[in-house]
């Protein structure tokens, strides 16, 4: 009877516990912490998925300016015939080129319009003895290209410019 009496006035924390179980406290943490685990893993999940659409994005991109290159609307041509000067001087793999002088001036005037207009510009020299004009260097050929098609909406931008390849 005095068991019984024990058992009937004692809370089911104390049995469980008596049992080697866990309590409800216990229990709650338990599942505190596996919710923390699932909802860390979902938004590792998502951050995956969301990396798995930026890559998708970054081909797709990639492949679009391939394409116009491919259907000459964007000329590319690959950098030759620099001076070594003007090769130590390329730290990117695509440039646009707004300009080629014979006249080293005339590509100062240029590159300082650039400028003005809020572009990186420098100037390079090829061993044939022109200097040209190169703005938006990039290591990504859709950025290349975009850059290119922003330029050409500028006033002081050639519709003839084009990107240098620069793959060495």
Known sequence: MIALAVVSLSSCDQLRSLAGRPTSSELA???????????EKAAKEA?????????RQIVADSLAALDKI??????MKPARNLTSRSMEALDRHYYVMIGSFGEAANAVRLKDK????????????????????????????SDAVSSLERLRQEPFCPADAWLMECLW
């Open 29 to 39: 943490r338990m599942k505190e912490k596996r919710l923390g685990i699932e909802a």
């Open 114 to 141: 650039a400028e003005a207009a809020g572009y990186t510009a420098i100037l390079l020299s090829f061993s044939n003895g022109l200097t040209a004009v190169a703005s938006c260097a990039t290591d990504c050929v």
């Open 47 to 55: 951050a995956r998925l969301a990396e798995d659409q930026r890559r």
């Open 70 to 75: 491919a259907s000459g609307a964007v000329v």
